[in-house]
């Protein structure tokens, strides 16, 4: 007889390789043909809702392993809140104007561009942004992202336009929009202004320079020891070519300053703080100090500029420092923002004698036309040469640089439009709103808190041609701007009827409404405003244009999640905006993770050779590893990524796979109405399995809900490889094969392999998307959701919970670890091959004697031998003790008794019977039920 085909064997056809590049295309195949995202919506309607509100992506180029981070992130807390009974709608979104964009279309139109329109760029704009939306939705939906893909939220929509339109309206109409001429980023190779958020700093050479700018006003009278001498004062500065805008030098009040005589008449003014070390800096061996000076005599004293025939005034700060320099600092008020404020302080002029594309203006003598970094060269040169020049050498330092064209930025005064920080308290309102939202990690608070409490006004106005348009008027006549409700609405209706190109298409005349006349002077001739909007006025005003816009969506948004440069960028704007315009923040909470690095904590750059892209990743892995990656790495800090972190991922995802295999292999002839064993009449190990589920459960549900996703994934795989394919599993295997099919032995074990079955595949739904909806479709299909992602997470079942079982199984679990320690230690040294050879001899303490004695007869089946003898630790000669557990004693034998041919356990009944010699008394009460079940 073959004994084997009478065992119950698992039976599924569930693959055991996931061969997941081939299959996820057709999982997500069935999602669209079922039209998946939207049978959720339906089945959600009545719940409570949740929002994550999309933070987009520039729509230029392909999706990159940080984009397809914080895709996946999304995707997860949005399937989990989901599973977890909310109603949670995504509505994935794009950054359409701006600089990331026309940038790339400079790049392909290059000389063309000069013969194109305005509207003809803004056009070729649109369909470069609409292009790569296309590619990026398919490359996001490849990842197993759920969401409203084919409406999903454009900046370029005509509404969204009509949107931003609106709002910045806002800002006009409550007095926060201000003109004017102050030192701002700007790109002189892009010939725009740049926001804070659009300046990345990088590592950058910079000529270091002292200069010496000798007094005109006579110090002698309060300081006797300087009559006569030629007294300059020496500053310090990294950009020589803002030398020529020099108005002034700011010295701190409070720091000692000293008159240095260093021969030939020569005196220096500067810091005592710092006077050895510039001595050293300029090879002055032999100086001496002739006077201390006060601050207060020297403040608004007067310099010659080194270079010209005018005059730089001594002005007080308390920003200049001893960290380096002079501590005399100098002041150029059109080029730095500090410069800028002790100008007006001092009534300084702002002058900036530089033009849109970085050259010095006419007016500046030696260095008309010249580019402000090539200037650099010709000012030292000059300097000099008018003896003016004490030291100069070259240091490496973090300097700003443009965030589409990577080439480093200047700062310069030209007139701009500003939402101001302070005339209407957007500051304080800002700051206050900080403190009423969560940030998760907690530290994003501080960050995001120190850059609005520092932060300048926010240049709004660009001077470019893809964005929204800045819908102002001015009268012709008088100059003055003219605004009103009327007027935004009218020019708002237009735009959202055919789009912001009619600002470039249409008159004045059209755009404003009949009978417009300016309040001021009573003229009818108007001209509009020829700046666009900064782009992260685009993206901050989203709440607006989508979460409000959408009447199943709600704002404020319950998370807004990015990366960690966002404090600055996204969060940034839109907490401007909204507290601007609403008084109130935009979010409830805003979860930030780290930047993707390499293996080594790299960043990842074309020129170091360490990108590594999403599409590369798909086709040697799939996507399925990349979500386990996301989930698996705890994204508060940077996020490592390397083939050697996805192989290992790839074995995790294997173990996963196969225990689920496992369970419905071992539930092929299993009905749960019909065969599920009532929980009172379970095995015990049984009981405890459910109840770890519990544990196990509720520890991941409670992840989710912290969005702690490292976490659900180690539980997940832990459960899996050490609760049940090492141990629960493994014990019950012979149970499953050997008893007859309707035993309640077998059923009581299947009644718990289906419990796990049905919590693990929800559980692991929101990570392992595909695989999850691919084991659905094996389950039993009446009364089941098409997909597992309409189905919600099985609560935690209190009935299940038994903590005084499970100390009892830890102490049951501990023992057998040390008898497998003892099998492993024979088996090396050949006395039994399989664990199933082995009779072992257990000594235990009196109190596991006690705590053991009841499940003596399942010892055997427990440690997977053929016979267990207990007996007390002191009988035990020999034999290996307990190393993790105490009063534990284990001498393992190669068993006497004959090997049954069906259960493999070395038994004193095999043989016994006639007709079935092989086989033990065990199995022959199993093939005797099985005979009566199939009468």
Known sequence: MDYKKTLNLPKTEFPMKGNLTKKEPEIIEKWDNENLYHLIRESSK??????????????????????????????????????????????????????????????????????????????????????????????????????????????MNFPYQATIVREFGKFALNGSLVRSKKPIYWCTSCGTALAEAEVEYGEHTSPSIFVKFPMISDLSTEYPALKGKEVSVVIWTTTPWTIPANLAIALHPDFDYVAVDIGENQVLILAEGLMH????????????????????????????????????LIVLAPYVTLEAGTGCVHTAPGHGREDYETGLQYNIDIYSPVDDAGCFTEDVEYFA??????????????????????????????????WRCKNPVVFRSTEQWFISMEKTGLRKAALDAINKVSWIPGWGKERIYGLIANRPDWCVSRQRSWGVPIT????????????????????????????????????????????????????????????????????GTSYAAVMEYR??????????????????????????????????????????????????????????????????????????????????????????LSNEILQRLTEAYRRIRNTCRYLLGNLYDFDAARDAVPYERMEELDRWALNRL??????????????????????????????????????????????????????????????????????????????????????????????????LFIPVKDEYKDPELADRWDTIIGVRKEVTKALEIARKGKMIGHSLDASVLLGVSE?????????????????????????????????????????????????????CERCWVHDSTTGMDQE????????????????????
């Not at 729509?59 to 809140?81: E, P, Q, V, Y």
């Not at 201390?292 to 730089?312: C, G, I, Q």
């Not at 200037?375 to 300097?399: P, Q």
């Not at 267990?868 to 307990?882: C, L």
């Open 46 to 155: 009545g719940r409570k809702r949740y929002m994550l509100h999309d933070g987009p992506p520039y729509a230029n180029g392909h999706i990159h392993m940080g984009t397809a981070f914080n895709k996946i992130l999304k995707d997860i807390i949005i399937k989990s809140r989901q599973m977890a009974g909310f109603d949670v709608p995504y509505v994935p979104g794009w950054d359409c104007h701006g600089l990331p964009i026309e940038h790339k279309v400079d790049l392909e139109l290059g000389s063309k561009k000069g013969e194109m329109s305005q509207v003809d760029i803004r056009q070729y704009c649109r369909t470069y942004a609409e292009k790569f939306i296309d590619i990026q939705r398919d490359e996001f939906k490849r990842l197993g992202v759920l969401g409203e893909w084919e409406r999903p939220y454009l900046t």
């Open 277 to 312: 070390i510039c001595m050293d800096a300029f090879g002055i061996r032999s100086y001496a100090v002739i006077a201390e000076l006060e601050t207060s005599k020297l403040e608004k004293l007067v310099a010659k500029h080194p270079l010209y025939d005018r005059e730089s």
């Open 369 to 402: 036309g010249l580019h402000v970094f090539e200037a650099n060269r010709a000012v030292n040169d000059k300097l000099d040469e008018l003896g003016a020049l004490l030291k100069e050498e070259e240091i490496s330092h973090e300097y700003p640089h443009c």
């Open 472 to 539: 102002l008027f001015f009268c012709k006549k008088c100059g003055s701007l003219v605004v009103s409700q009327k007027i935004i609405e009218h020019v708002a209706g237009m735009i959202e009827e055919s789009g912001a190109d009619v600002w470039f298409t249409e008159s004045e005349e059209k755009l404003l409404p009949p009978g417009t006349v300016c309040p001021e002077c009573g003229s009818g001739r108007f001209k509009k405003e020829t700046d666009i909007l900064d782009v992260w006025f685009d993206s």
């Open 551 to 640: 009447d199943y969506l709600d704002s404020p948004s319950d998370l807004y999640l990015e990366g960690s440069d966002q404090h600055r960028g996204w969060f940034h704007s839109s907490l401007l905006c909204s507290v601007g315009t609403r008084g109130e923040a935009p979010y409830k909470a805003v979860l930030t993770h780290g930047f993707v690095v390499d293996g080594e904590g790299k960043a990842m750059h074309k020129s170091a050779g360490n990108v590594i892209a999403p599409e590369d990743l798909i086709k040697n892995y799939g996507a399925e590893i990349i979500r386990l990656w996301v989930a698996g790495e705890d994204y508060r800090d940077n996020i490592r």
């Open 694 to 791: 519990q544990e196990m459960n509720e520890l991941i549900l409670r992840a989710y809900e912290n969005f702690e996703f490292h976490l659900v994934y180690h539980n997940l795989h832990n459960f899996c490889v050490l609760d049940l394919s090492s141990f629960y599993l493994d014990i019950i295997k012979d149970r499953l094969y050997v008893s007859s099919q309707e035993s309640l032995a077998r059923r009581s074990a299947q009644t718990a392999m289906n419990e796990i079955l049905e919590v693990l595949v929800r559980l692991m739904a929101p990570i392992l998307s595909f695989t999850a909806d691919e084991i659905w479709q094996y389950l039993e299909k009446e009364g089941r959701a098409p997909s597992v992602h309409a189905d």
């Open 847 to 899: 109190e596991l004697m006690d705590l053991l004695g009841p499940y003596e007869n399942q010892l055997k089946y427990l440690f997977i031998v053929s016979f267990v003898e207990m007996v007390p630790i002191n009988k035990v000669k020999g034999g290996f003790e307990g190393e993790e557990m105490q009063g534990v004693k284990v001498k393992v034998a190669p068993s006497k008794d004959k090997k």
């Open 916 to 935: 079935h010699p092989t086989i033990c008394k065990r199995c022959l009460q199993a093939l005797s039920e099985m005979e009566q079940t199939a009468q």
